[in-house]
C-alpha cells in the first residue's frame, strides 16, 4: 500500500468518527424536544435523501477535480451542518446539510482507491477501508453515548474557560461542538492526499446532461451480469444496516432496559464483529471468490431472528458480533467487486455515485417503513423478525439470479464453440 492510502485511511476515521456520534447526538437532541419517537429513524431518511436527488451530479462533481479536494469540501459542508444544529436549527433539517456533505465525499472516498491502487489490491484495500470505518463507527457510537452520558455532560458543562463564553449550555451543544472539531480535523487532514494523476473531467453544467449519463451509467450496471448482482447485495446491505441500527437501539431499550447511551454501545459492539469480518473478507476471499459468500448474507438474515429470544447483555454483545462479522465477511467482496465492475464500464466517481443512489434509496425506503411500523405501534420483535426474513429472502433470490446468469453464460459459450 502506499502512502497516500494511510492518510486516506485517517480522513475516513475521522469523518465516520463524527458521523456517528452526531446519530446518536442527534436522537438525545430529538429527546430532549420530545419529539416523536418516529422522528428518530427520520434522521437516516433526512441524511440520505442528498444521496438519492444529487446522484446524478456528485459523481461528476468527483470526477472534475482532485479527490481530496472533493472530500475537503465535503467535510467542510459537515462542519456546516454542525453549526446549523447549534445554533438551533431543527436537528432533521441540519442533520440533512450533514447528509449532503456526506453524498458528495462518498465518490471521491471509494474512488480514489481505483484510482491510487491497482485491481488485486481492491478487496484488500476495501477490507481496510470499511474495518476502519466501522472501527470509527464502534469509537463513535461510544463517544456519542458519553458525549450524552449525564454525568459526563455535568463535569464538562461545569468546566468554564476563564474569561470566555462558549455557549455551550446544554448536552446536545457541548455534543455538536466536539463533533464539528472531529470533521474540522478531517478536513485538515484532507489537505495532504496526494493527487494520483489522473486526469480528470471538466464538470459540465447542463443538469440535464448529468442526468441523461447517471441513466446510462445505472443501465450499464444493472445489465452487467455481475455488476447487477453486486448492486443488489450492497444496496439491501446498506438499507438493512441503517434500519438495523434503530432496531438495536430500541430492542436494548426494550429487552435489555438500557438508556440510550447504553444502548448505542450495544450498535458499537455489532460495528466491531463487521471490523473483524471485514478483515477476515479481506484475508482470505479474493475478487474471483467474491459471488461465493452469498450464503453467508442468508445466514445473516436467519440468524438476526434469535434477538427476539435475548435478555442478557453478555449473550447480547456475543451475538452483535456474531452477526456483524458474517455482515462484514459478506459485505466487502461484493463492494470490491462492484467497484471494479463499475471502474471498469464508467469511471469510479460515476460507479460509486450510481452505487449510492441504490444504496440510499434503500436506507430511505427501508428507514421510512421501519418510522411507519413504529408509528403504528408494531413491537420490537414483530419488527426483527419481519427484517430478518427480509433480509435473508431477498438475498437467496438474488442468488438464484446470479446462478440463472451462469446458466445463460454458459450456454453462450458453448454455442459460440460450436459456431467456432
Not at 441540519?94 to 474512488?111: H, Q, R
Not at 429487552?255 to 450498535?267: R, V
Request: aromatic share 10%; charged share 10%.
Amino acid at each position: 500500500m502506499t502512502p497516500g492510502f494511510y492518510i486516506i485511511m485517517a480522513a475516513q476515521f475521522f469523518s465516520a468518527l463524527g458521523d456517528s456520534a452526531l446519530l446518536i447526538a442527534a436522537i438525545a437532541i430529538l429527546r430532549d424536544m420530545q419529539a416523536p419517537a418516529a422522528y428518530e429513524p427520520l434522521l437516516k431518511l433526512f441524511f440520505t435523501v442528498s444521496y438519492v436527488v444529487l446522484a446524478a451530479f456528485v459523481g461528476a462533481f468527483a470526477d472534475s477535480m482532485p479527490k481530496w479536494r472533493v472530500m475537503l469540501i465535503s467535510n467542510g459542508i459537515k462542519v456546516l451542518g454542525c453549526g446549523m444544529m447549534f445554533f438551533g436549527v431543527h436537528p432533521l433539517l441540519a442533520y440533512a446539510v450533514v447528509g449532503l456533505g456526506a453524498a458528495a465525499y462518498s465518490p471521491a472516498k471509494y474512488g480514489i482507491l481505483t484510482e491510487l491502487l491497482p485491481a488485486r489490491l481492491l478487496v484488500v484495500a476495501n477490507g481496510w477501508i470499511e474495518g476502519l470505518t466501522v472501527g470509527a463507527i464502534v469509537i463513535g457510537t461510544l463517544v456519542g453515548g458519553l458525549l450524552i452520558e449525564p454525568s459526563f455532560v455535568g463535569k464538562m458543562l461545569a468546566f468554564d474557560f476563564p474569561g470566555i463564553d462558549t455557549g455551550i449550555d446544554t448536552r446536545g451543544e457541548l455534543a455538536i461542538s466536539i463533533i464539528a472539531v472531529l470533521y474540522a480535523v478531517a478536513a485538515i487532514i484532507n489537505l495532504r492526499i496526494p493527487d494520483t494523476g489522473v486526469d480528470h473531467k471538466p464538470l459540465r453544467s447542463g443538469p440535464i446532461y448529468l442526468m441523461h449519463e447517471f441513466v446510462h451509467c445505472s443501465r450499464l450496471l444493472w445489465r452487467d451480469r455481475l455488476g447487477q448482482i453486486t448492486l443488489a447485495v450492497t444496496t439491501l446491505f446498506w438499507g438493512a444496516g441503517a434500519t438495523l441500527q434503530f432496531i438495536v437501539i430500541k430492542w436494548g431499550e426494550e429487552n435489555l432496559h438500557l438508556s440510550l447511551s447504553k444502548a448505542s454501545m450495544i450498535q458499537g459492539v455489532f460495528a466491531l464483529g463487521v471490523a473483524l469480518g471485514s478483515i477476515l473478507a479481506a484475508r482470505i476471499i479474493s475478487m474471483r471468490r467474491s459471488i461465493s459468500v452469498l450464503p453467508v448474507g442468508i445466514a445473516m438474515g436467519l440468524i438476526v431472528n434469535v434477538m427476539i429470544f435475548v435478555h442478557d447483555i453478555r449473550l447480547a454483545m456475543f451475538l452483535m458480533v456474531i452477526i456483524g462479522a458474517l455482515a462484514g465477511f459478506f459485505v466487502v467482496p461484493m463492494n470490491a467487486l462492484l467497484q471494479h465492475r463499475g471502474h471498469i464500464l464508467m469511471g469510479a466517481g460515476h460507479s460509486i455515485a450510481v452505487q449510492n443512489f441504490n444504496e440510499n434509496l434503500s436506507i430511505l425506503a427501508m428507514t421510512g417503513l421501519y418510522a411507519l411500523l413504529i408509528w403504528g405501534g408494531l413491537s420490537v420483535h414483530a419488527v426483527i423478525v419481519m427484517f430478518g426474513a427480509f433480509v435473508a429472502g431477498t438475498i437467496f433470490l438474488v442468488k438464484l439470479r446470479h446462478e440463472a446468469n451462469q446458466r445463460e453464460r454458459d450456454s453462450v459459450s458453448q454455442l459460440d464453440d460450436c459456431r467456432h
